[in-house]
């Protein structure tokens, strides 16, 4: 710690994480002035998840989903964070890579990007260093931002000072793939419906018997085992290992992740195939691409077997492969306020996915949040909460008492957080469809402006 953070301690703020909430908590507080020490267990303590040391390190997919700011809450979540300066959002811009209507992103680059950027700011201060306990007493504001990988003796302690046990879901990882390992006298390149670029994905097809052949062999392949502890421990129904998927029903997987729709072989124009697998660039160079929805549980040589079952990739080689870990979460509504602050302690504020939140964007829109909620505190303004009609103010709201604490589970920004929109009028149709999407959209960012 500089010595001039140190002594002022009134004005420093310090975000304990350095994931997406973390790096855009703290982005946000030196916007404003606000000193600021970024405490990141990593490299000292690694994680089950992460491959390096950089901040914002993208674990899972390389998506943050749909861009669509008109018909897609997380489209609109994305525009709200560019009109308020997100550093996550303008780091995925800068990065990005061709997944038709999705930002996709160069995992490397866009780490590299919110890493530089934070580690040149004079305002911030990367501390290396496990926070295994109650943060520092003398610290009178920080930001907890420690993610679904949070560390034990951390969220030990936070229990012990909540009374309350915390919540806990599995989280999959999907495999990844050399491009050149493809085979394209099988696979072809087109977007569903030829969105975005027209031919942003890989595609695999297959027919009815090869489907059966494959979803046979996922059934009955060797799965990772879960330790005592964590059988009792729910998947989060948003990113499900694809078996999961698998054994609740033949069919389910061709209206999911292998759905054939949208897509024309070019090898075999007249034969609809009855599955297809895509697979999204996973990095700038196009010499990546991820397995959209194949997130598994299956032994790495299980993986390696069944999924070269996959026509095109009978001879994958893989540059990394699926996995599963454990993410812990708080019962937000429960246990925080309106501006994210925890009521056993008011100076700890939680950000991220350790809230509840689902998702890359919703994690970094918490984390924009916190910082500046926090900025507000040691500015001595008043920073009133986004409105419940934006996607900000729909997410801020459901994890901190919009939902039911009996029932709470993680939640990825989606309409049904927002109120409803006014009644369309006597003699006028009820709004439907894209139009109704785009109807929340423009109410939102309406009354974003307003607030910001």
């Known amino acids: 710690m500089s010595p001039a953070m140190e002594n002022n301690d009134q004005n420093t703020v310090h975000v304990i994480g350095g994931g997406l909430a973390g790096s855009e908590a703290a982005w946000q507080l030196a916007r404003r002035a606000i000193p600021v020490i970024l405490h990141e267990m ?13 901040l914002a390190e993208l674990v899972c997919s390389n998506s943050l989903r749909s861009d669509d700011a008109e018909a897609s809450a997380v489209g609109l979540l994305h525009e709200e964070m560019r009109r308020c300066d997100s550093l996550i959002i303008r780091a995925a811009d800068a990065n990005r890579v061709p997944a038709g209507a ?80 493809i085979d394209f006298s099988k696979a072809w390149f087109q977007s569903r419906y030829d969105k975005g670029d027209g031919a942003d994905y890989i595609n695999c ?11 046979d062999a996922l059934i009955a392949a060797e ?52 599955a297809i697998v895509q697979l999204r660039q996973d990095n700038a160079l196009g010499t990546l691409y991820n397995l959209v929805g194949f997130q598994t549980k299956m032994t790495y040589g299980e993986q390696r077997r069944v999924l070269r079952m996959i026509p095109g990739l009978e001879n994958a080689e893989f540059a990394r492969l699926g996995g599963l870990h454990r993410n812990t979460f708080l019962n937000g509504p429960r246990l925080l306020d309106g501006t994210l602050r925890l009521k056993a302690e008011p100076r700890l504020r939680f950000a991220g996915q350790i809230t509840g939140c689902e998702g890359y964007v919703e994690s970094a829109a918490v984390g924009l949040l916190a910082g500046r909620f926090a900025a507000a505190d040691r500015l001595g303004q008043s920073q009133l909460p986004p409105p419940a009609t934006t996607a900000l103010g729909a997410i801020l709201s459901h994890i901190t008492g919009g939902a039911i604490a009996e029932t709470y589970q993680p939640m990825n920004v989606n309409f049904g957080l927002f109120p409803p929109l006014p009644d369309a009028g006597a003699g006028k149709k009820r709004r439907r469809g894209r139009e109704r999407k785009k109807a929340y959209c423009e109410r939102a960012l309406a009354d974003l402006a307003n607030w910001i």
């Open 205 to 215: 097809p297959l027919s009815p018997e090869q489907y059966d052949a494959f979803l």
């Open 223 to 274: 799965k990772v085992e879960f330790r005592e502890w964590e059988k009792s421990t729910p998947y989060f129904e948003g990113c499900l290992p694809i078996e999961v998927m698998a054994e609740r029903g033949r069919r389910t997987l061709t209206f999911g992740p292998m759905k054939p729709v949208g897509l024309t072989n070019p090898h075999n124009p007249t034969v609809k195939p009855h």
């Open 102 to 181: 999705a930002l996709a992103v160069d995992r490397d680059g866009f780490s590299a990007t919110v890493h530089e950027t934070l580690e040149s700011d004079p305002l911030i201060e990367i501390r290396r260093e496990e926070i295994d306990g109650l943060p520092d007493p003398a610290w009178s504001s920080v930001i907890v931002a420690t993610g679904p990988l949070t560390s034990p003796g951390l969220a030990e302690a936070v229990s012990d000072l909540t009374g309350e046990e915390s919540l806990s879901f599995f989280d999959a990882i999907a495999p990844i793939v050399y491009k050149e390992s």
């Open 42 to 54: 990593r490299p000292v303590r690694g994680t089950d998840a992460h491959e390096t040391d950089r």
